[in-house]
């Protein structure tokens, strides 16, 4: 999938349509997406991507949960 297509993938899992992903919201698509240790893997996600301390992931900070998602998660997620 591309990146476009990841962050497309993300805002159905935005069930409070504020644009932000949280850990409880992450931890539902990567248990949607056959996950195990969800709860675990979305708490290091979003410490991951989470440069501002919010809590949440946000788009400036999508990049660094593709990162996430491609090395941990093990998804192909590419440029185009």
């Known amino acids: ?4 297509e ?11 349509g ?3 992903i ?3 919201e992450l931890r539902e698509a990567i248990c949607r997406r056959g996950g195990w240790f969800t709860t ?3 708490g290091r996600a979003v410490r991951h991507a989470d440069r501002d301390s919010s809590g949440y ?3 400036a900070e999508i990049e ?3 990162a996430f998602a491609q090395k941990d998660l ?3 997620i590419t440029a185009w």
């Open 1 to 4: 999938m591309s990146v476009e």
């Open 6 to 16: 990841f962050k497309e993938w993300l805002k159905q899992f935005d069930v409070d």
């Open 18 to 20: 504020d644009g932000r």
């Open 22 to 24: 949280s850990r409880g």
């Open 40 to 42: 675990l893997k979305a």
């Open 57 to 59: 992931v946000d788009d």
């Open 64 to 66: 660094n949960l593709v």
């Open 74 to 76: 093990e998804m192909k």
